[in-house]
């Protein structure tokens, strides 16, 4: 059974400090993205990352994809109270048509 | 943007009845998926359906689950006699293609079981 556990589970911090956090798995993925669910919503994609030690930027976010595609982290940099929410990753293995979700990082920043 | 749409949004039932679950994917995606979320747990795949069947399911996913594209644009998850424990919000998404194709979710579907 594929497993991704994220870290931390839960972070508060003031506004505009930096936050990492991490998803990690001892499966090799093929894809991995990264969500943002607010309460009461369905989950929305950030960004999708494919090659082993990819980067991408989306505004004040960096991600990064794992050399060896076991891990992946999101970056935040001088995070905003809008920034708040449920960060979810999600990996699929090759030959598998869905993607399984991780446990979740629930961010609060506060103003 | 196009948008997954689902109905009801909150549907509160009696244990052992019968309920259906409609999702509306985006008109050109070909995969469809159902998820659920138990409160304060992590998102769980359901089933995959692509092609008019189901191509992959999970544990969870037994016989009182099954899942329907009736008219080619409706896409419906019948849970067939609930339980305390189907109490969840259940998401259906699609995507276009397979690959590094991001999910478009739906805002879901709150179902109480009582």
């Given at each position: 059974?594929?497993?991704?556990?994220?870290?931390?589970?839960?972070?508060?911090?003031?506004?505009?400090?930096?936050?990492?956090?991490?998803?990690?798995?001892?499966?090799?993925?093929?894809?991995?993205q990264w969500y943002r669910q607010e309460p009461g919503e369905g989950p929305v994609l950030l960004v999708t990352v494919v090659t082993g030690g990819e980067v991408k930027k989306l505004k004040r976010l960096t991600f990064q994809f794992g050399d060896a595609r076991k891990d992946s982290s999101l970056h935040i940099t001088a995070a905003q109270p809008g920034d708040t929410g449920l960060y979810l990753c999600a990996g699929s293995t090759s030959g598998t048509y869905k993607y399984i979700f991780g446990t979740g990082t629930r961010l609060k920043v506060l103003a | 943007e196009p948008e997954v749409t689902q109905t009801p949004s909150h549907q509160v039932t009696q244990m052992g009845q019968e309920v259906i679950l409609r999702c509306v994917p985006i008109s050109n995606h070909l995969y469809f998926y159902w998820y659920r979320q138990i409160l304060g747990q992590k998102v769980e795949f359901l089933v995959s359906f692509y092609n008019n069947e189901i191509s992959e399911k999970s544990e969870i996913f037994d016989d009182q689950f099954s899942v329907e594209r009736p008219d080619g644009s409706n896409f419906t998850l019948k849970i067939r006699s609930t339980k305390l424990e189907?109490?969840?919000?259940?998401?259906?998404?699609?995507?276009?293609?397979?690959?590094?194709?991001?999910?478009?979710?739906?805002?879901?579907?709150r179902l109480t079981v009582v």
């Open positions: 059974t594929q497993l991704l556990e994220q870290s931390p589970q839960f972070l508060s911090i003031q506004e505009g400090e930096n936050l990492t956090v991490y998803c990690n798995s001892s499966s090799v993925f093929s894809s991995l | 189907d109490s969840a919000m259940y998401f259906c998404a699609s995507r276009a293609g397979t690959g590094p194709y991001g999910y478009t979710f739906g805002s879901g579907t």
